[in-house]
């Protein structure tokens, strides 16, 4: 049975900020068919790797089923009075401001409503914030510094409609593929469409890149403010715009210095870049996390704002600034006001008359009247002591806050921690006192609102396994037993999407731009059918752009142009940690992998954490291909494997934020990046560490396939899935003295047929374990990383294999390499040898013989950047 027939249930991907439509029809044995939804604005029928691969990470296995209390299970009464009775005993004791929520992105808008409103309104304090912090505060602080609010003035559509888009520290082909697909449609259709992208890294969106300014890490307000200065020079200022703008002559002046040497960008490609942006009145700026994960985001924004104010750039088709989220719903977090230096619908907590009249809209006993702690403070208040009872949801702060073992240490020595997730087995989660199953993305009912203000519903399509609740049920529920019984009194989301919707219209009369207020009265079946829509929404607007015009909600109605200097990236380590350490995503995985990495298909893009350095570097540091390095800085180390590269420029390097204990315990990099943040948003920089780099020596590598899971005894593993069961890479100092015994320990196989062959005198050992016909486990292992076919050997456990141990794959059988294309898992092996046998010069012709890159399309740009190795390769031939 595969559900054919079945309904199809019309719902939303829950990874990042693009926010895509998806149909979900019912397997009938307990996974789901997963398609996009041609009828969503935002996606229009797209899906990327990660949304197309949705349907293998809803399984039970590894769920947490039952709340427990000190590690024993229990019941939800038990656990639910235990933790309303431990936050209130501390608030009486200590006052409100002794206890914090750290909730997150990945919440729908209806549970962090109630969040926001138990924590603010009725526990009285303001600590409550949200793992969106990480990922966007600087854009929150630069559009209320320059637009009185935080408002996104522009629409996807922009991005199909300019006729410039200026990438800035986005990797938009891995972190928003769909839209990064959109643009590449419009590209295609009308290549006189430009692509400006300005990044330290070569990423897989420079393929489609007409130019790439490839600056210096943290120097973008040196480029912006040079910017500035040549559209004034250029006649390029929208004097008739400028009458709804202040700031002008203090941002000019502040950018009179000229640094754009800073950039270490050539000054031909920054004049084109000028010349480009100054002939183009459509144009679009994307930025993300380049520039908000920085100690000067804030003031990045705003030096990109200032350019789009100042030639009135802003809210007309084609035209604007434009901010793309992380998270599925980092948009609704700061709507509900989810971040501490919030209240909730955009109302600021520094306002009396806000803070009264969302205190009597709630019938409130209290109002927080001062900011709260923001995410790093906050765990360093945990860390004090200061902070005794703490609920963390749907995060892992022990792996993904900067200073990670830092806040790992803090979480274990906090009096009371709570941890509401679909999972107990993540780093943060073994900390809890109170574990709280929590309903996953599959099974929730709620909202969400992507990057470009569409709010969408997503729709349970299976019912919560085991006893797991919607995080809203679970928070009103404590609400209630801490004694707010009416307060917290909802019987479904509708209910709380109803009062958020009402609670909208109060900042509607003050003059705010979030106001959803003609939806306060929808109905439950109204709400059921809640089709996408991009708010505003009151009864006289519906959508649509904002500031064209010229109306802002800053007092005196105008937007406000900054005067920025730029600040050289604080030199925070010295000549001792002389590389600068740049940290990010990969295409195929999302966060901390708690679901990704359940699916084999997204596990064999890129099976193990890494460090991209550049060539230069590598020969300097002594670092081989596929080596291990270490990489320091003044707070914790990690160990990676090198990637070598052209792609990051010398004197930086760049790794991935996925692993965990569970995936790859050396390489949790955050444990590596110190807390450094921007001073106005409070977010911390996760692009500039300081870091030293030495060889891993280590004294044997290996790999190992095996049907079950592994835990090695060993100083660097990192653990993948694979159709048939998992991958390990593994190594270690120090050489067991039995090569048996340890792969036995590793496999847990005390009692399989062996085969083994060894050369103790060159380090080498090939174990290979049967039980009946079926390979349980491999383990190759040599002095040097271990050179097999990967990608053969993933292959072969549970099958009836008997030939492993050459590591080779039969004549017949080539060894199709690291996957590129995870849909039809084709790898780059495969790939080049077509290229070359076929001649072929496009990625069109790619899929029309291999499939490669026609269905979701996240891989086109690794084919393009393949078609190019193979014609340099043909050149220096
Ligand atoms: Fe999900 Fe991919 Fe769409 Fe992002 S672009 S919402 S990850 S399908």
């Not at 149909?23 to 009938?28: E, T, Y």
């Not at 010349?275 to 924004?301: H, I, P």
Request: proline share 6%.
């Amino acid at each position: 049975m595969d559900g054919a027939g079945l309904p199809e249930t019309r719902s939303t991907c829950p990874y990042c900020g693009v926010g895509c439509g998806v149909l979900l029809r019912a397997d009938g044995q307990g996974g789901l068919h997963v398609r996009g939804d041609p009828d969503h604005p935002a996606n229009k029928g797209r899906l990327c790797s990660k949304g197309l691969a949705l349907g293998e990470t809803v399984g039970t296995g590894g769920r947490l089923l039952s709340p427990h209390v000190n590690g024993r299970e229990t019941g939800w009464d038990t656990a639910l009075q235990t933790v309303a009775d431990r936050f209130s005993d501390t608030i009486r004791k200590h006052g409100p401001d002794s206890v914090a929520f750290y909730v997150s992105g990945q919440m729908l808008t209806e549970d962090y409503y109630v969040a926001n409103k138990l924590m603010k309104g009725f526990i009285g304090s303001a600590n409550i914030d949200t793992n969106s912090r990480l990922c966007m505060a600087s854009t929150v602080a630069g559009h209320r510094r320059a637009f009185g609010t935080d408002t996104v003035p522009g629409t996807y559509e922009d991005l199909e409609e300019a006729d410039l888009v200026v990438l800035v520290g986005s990797n938009l082909a891995w972190c928003h593929p769909v839209l990064y697909q959109r643009l590449a449609a419009e590209k295609e259709k009308r290549p006189g469409l430009k692509v400006v992208v300005i990044d330290p890294r070569r990423t897989a969106t420079c393929d489609l890149a007409d130019l790439h300014l490839q600056l210096r890490g943290g120097t973008d307000v040196a480029l912006f403010n040079g910017l500035l200065r040549a559209i004034h020079e250029g006649g390029a200022v929208d004097k008739a715009y400028m009458a709804h703008v202040d700031g002008f002559d203090a941002a000019l002046c502040a950018a009179s210095d000229d640094c754009l040497d800073e950039t270490g960008l050539d000054r031909r490609d920054i004049r084109a870049f000028f010349d480009l942006f100054l002939r183009t009145d459509r144009t679009v700026t994307v930025f993300s996390q380049g520039v908000n994960q920085s100690a000067s985001g804030a003031d990045k924004v705003n030096a990109i704002l200032n350019c789009h104010l100042v030639t009135g750039r802003i809210g007309l088709p084609g035209m604007g600034p434009f901010s793309v989220t992380g998270q599925p719903n980092a948009m609704g977090g700061r709507e509900v006001g989810g971040l501490a230096n919030m209240l909730a619908c955009h109302l600021d907590i520094e306002n009396a008359d806000h803070r009264q009249a969302v205190r009597n809209f709630w019938d409130a006993p209290a109002i927080a009247d001062h900011a709260g702690l923001k995410a790093v403070d906050m765990f360093r208040a945990v860390g004090r002591g200061q902070i005794k009872a703490l609920w963390i949801i749907h995060t892992n702060p022990a792996v993904t806050m900067p200073d990670a073992d830092a806040v790992r240490d803090a979480i274990r020595g906090c009096d009371f921690t709570v941890v509401s997730d679909i999972t107990g087995a993540t780093d943060t989660a073994r900390l809890a006192h109170v574990l709280l199953p929590a309903a996953a993305w599959g099974e929730k009912d709620g909202t969400v609102t992507n990057s470009d203000r569409t709010i969408s519903r997503q729709r349970a399509a299976m019912p919560p396994p085991g006893q797991s609740r919607p995080d809203w049920q679970i928070l009103a529920e404590v609400g209630r037993r801490m004694g707010w019984h009416k307060a917290f009194d909802y019987e479904n989301p509708a209910e709380i999407f109803r009062e958020h919707a009402a609670l909208s219209h109060i900042a509607g009369q003050f003059g705010l731009d979030f106001d959803i207020s003609a939806l306060s009265d929808l109905s439950d079946p109204g709400y059921d059918d809640l089709a996408p829509a991009r708010w505003p929404l009151t009864r006289t607007r519906q959508g649509g752009r904002f500031f064209a015009d010229g109306r802002f909600y800053t007092p005196n109605g105008k937007a406000q142009m900054l005067a920025l200097h730029y600040r050289p990236p604080t030199e925070r380590s010295g000549p001792r940690f002389p590389f600068r350490l740049n940290t990010g995503r990969v295409r195929d995985q999302w966060h901390t992998m708690t679901r990704t990495a359940l699916s084999p298909r997204l596990s064999a893009h890129l099976a193990e954490p890494f460090l991209e350095i550049h060539r230069d570097d590598a020969a300097r540091t002594g670092l081989g291909p596929a080596s291990l390095v270490q990489v320091t800085s003044p707070v914790g180390s990690a160990i990676l494997r090198t990637l070598i590269t052209d792609r990051v420029r010398p004197g930086e390097v760049f790794a991935p934020m996925h692993w965990t204990s569970d995936t790859a315990p050396s390489a949790r990099i955050d444990a590596v990046v110190p807390d450094v943040v921007d001073p106005v948003s409070g977010q911390p920089d996760s692009k500039a560490a300081g870091v030293a780099l030495t060889p891993f020596r280590a004294d044997w590598y290996g790999f190992a396939v095996s049907s079950a899971p592994m835990t090695p005894a060993a100083d660097y593993w990192a653990l993948a899935r694979t159709p048939g069961g998992w991958r390990l890479e593994l190594a270690a100092l120090g050489t067991p003295s039995d090569w048996e015994r340890y792969a036995r320990d590793l496999f847990n196989c005390p009692d399989a047929t062996l085969q083994m062959v060894q050369d103790a005198g060159r380090g080498m050992a090939r174990l290979a374990f049967h039980r009946g016909d079926r390979l349980l486990g491999a383990l190759f292992v040599a002095r040097e990383p271990v050179a097999v076919m990967r990608d053969h050997l993933v292959t072969l456990p549970g099958t009836d294999v008997q030939c492993v141990l050459t590591g080779q794959s039969p004549a017949d059988r080539p060894d199709p390499g690291p996957i590129v294309c995870s849909c039809f898992g084709v790898g780059v092996n495969t790939l080049l040898a077509a290229i070359e046998a076929q001649a072929m010069t496009s990625v069109g012709q790619i899929g029309a013989a291999l499939q490669a890159g026609t269905n979701c399309g996240s891989c086109r740009p690794e084919l393009t950047a393949l078609l190019a190795r193979a014609r340099i390769q043909e050149a220096a031939e």
